[in-house]
């Protein structure tokens, strides 16, 4: 039983991750309807951001918000020089340049800061074993900063009038430009802020899988299998779907499929999604006429 609580909270924690860059894919996906492939090579550049800003000397939480502000101007730069030109382009315009981005992006880390795994700092692990041991001082306190990040996107969409601007250039971007919305900019904002918040499930994740080129790349499927499991354009199934495959991640591997076959969860997951309810959980059914 108590194995059985173990895999059930770490996989809460390791689903926040999960939750976390589902949602920065939904953010892009909703501005563009494209998959960015890229993001996890992105949220691993910004991770070694964050860890060269941390061997200079700067604190641990000040090293992390300016890697967030970083990854946000990345985002915003990205979304402005490389997707704006090609907005009305075909759709394989679009996928060649996402993997082109996840190819510049993974050997752009491996050149700057080398291919060797490093191993990634913690601020949460000095409190050791938590919960009766259930969990661990960092996947509580990862879970905690992530919980917290998921809420302040959810407070800034909900309650704010750039985040209401934000929504509504991505859900209907002919309507915003009529009420006054620059629609460019709030899809450039969006790119930016999708970028941060991946950012984020790089740093929260690295100490536990440690830090190297392809350190996302399983980790991006987990999280493209929540956000379909979740609703590829609902922002908040998504966050539940990221958290669902986590759980289900954990368990499966440890009682059903073994460690070394846990990635194929995510297939199946995915797959079966697919086939079964395209729209997710708790997505919408787009009905177009003829």
Known sequence: MDGLAHQLVAGIATGGIYAAVALALVMIYQATHHVNFAQGEMATFSTYIALTLIQAGLPYWVAFLATLVISFVLGVVIERVLLRPVHDAPVLTHVGIFIGLLLVFSNLSGWMFDYTVKAFPSPFEAGGPMLGGLVSGH????????????????????????????????????????????????????????????????????????????????????????????????????????????????????????????????????????????????????????
Request: charged share 10%; hydrophobic share 60%.
């Open 139 to 290: 996947e509580l306190g990862s879970t905690a900063v992530t919980l917290a990040v998921l809420l302040l996107v959810f407070l800034f969409f909900r309650y704010t009038s750039l985040g209401l601007a934000m929504r509504a250039a991505a859900y209907n971007p002919v309507s915003a430009r009529l009420v006054g919305i620059r629609v460019g900019w709030m899809l450039a904002l969006g790119w930016g802020l999708a970028a941060a918040i991946g950012a984020v499930a790089g740093i929260m994740i690295a100490p536990v899988v440690f830090l190297e080129p392809n350190m996302m790349l399983g980790i991006l499927l987990y999280a493209f299998a929540g956000a379909l499991l979740g609703g590829i354009d609902n922002p908040g199934g998504a966050v539940l779907g990221g958290f669902a495959v986590g759980v289900i991640e954990n368990l499966g591997g440890a009682y059903l499929v073994g460690t070394e076959l846990k990635l194929t969860l995510a297939l199946v997951i995915i797959i079966a999604v697919l086939l079964i309810k395209p729209s997710g959980l708790f997505g919408r059914v787009v009905v177009s006429r003829v």
